[in-house]
């Protein structure tokens, strides 16, 4: 009987109140929303940023490549939003495609007349330096933009190997 009477007088406070209600839906709101943009793509800023750090990182990759193997290496830009490691085959004298094409997210590409600089101007030499091929220049050498950003990164090339990614 005394059990009876304790849930009888305090059966009110076997469900939520609406604040507390609210304040879980709040807390899962934000989390849903740090999740979106973590987790579903990019924002076009950092789309921007990743494109240039993976430029970045096939420039170092050919150099690493070139004084390993012995051979020219390059990266070969066959549009302003794709591009291809290559090396030169002695055997054949061509250019032979490493991996696959990488291409870059929608709406991120190269400005014109960085696309019309780099081409497949910029050759990695077996003693770890850059070449120029056609009258390119490493300054920069590249520049990434996105449609919609105001973000511009550019990577900087000079011959002696040094590679370098500013912000325009």
């Given at each position: 009987m005394l059990f009876f009477k304790y849930r009888q007088k305090h059966n009110f406070h076997d469900a939520f109140s609406l604040v507390e209600v609210l304040i879980s839906l709040v807390i899962i709101g934000i989390l849903a929303a740090v999740y979106v943009g973590v987790f579903t793509g990019l924002s076009g800023d950092d789309k921007v940023d990743r494109i240039a750090q993976l430029i970045f990182n096939d420039l170092v990759n050919i150099r690493t490549k070139s004084l390993s193997?012995?051979?020219d290496y390059r990266i070969n830009f066959v549009s302003d939003d794709s591009w291809t490691v290559?090396?030169?085959d002695d055997d054949t004298t061509s250019?032979?495609?490493?991996?696959?094409?990488?291409?870059m997210d929608t709406e991120t590409y190269l400005t014109s007349s960085s696309y019309a600089n780099a081409g497949s101007n910029?050759?990695?030499t077996p003693r770890g330096l850059f070449e120029f091929q056609s009258g390119a220049s490493g300054n920069p050498y590249v520049t990434v933009t996105r449609d919609g950003s105001n973000k511009v990164k550019s990577l900087y090339v000079a011959v002696g190997g040094s590679i370098t990614i500013r912000s325009e």
């Open positions: 193997y012995s051979k290559e090396y030169y250019w032979v495609q490493e991996g696959e094409t990488r291409l910029l050759q990695s």
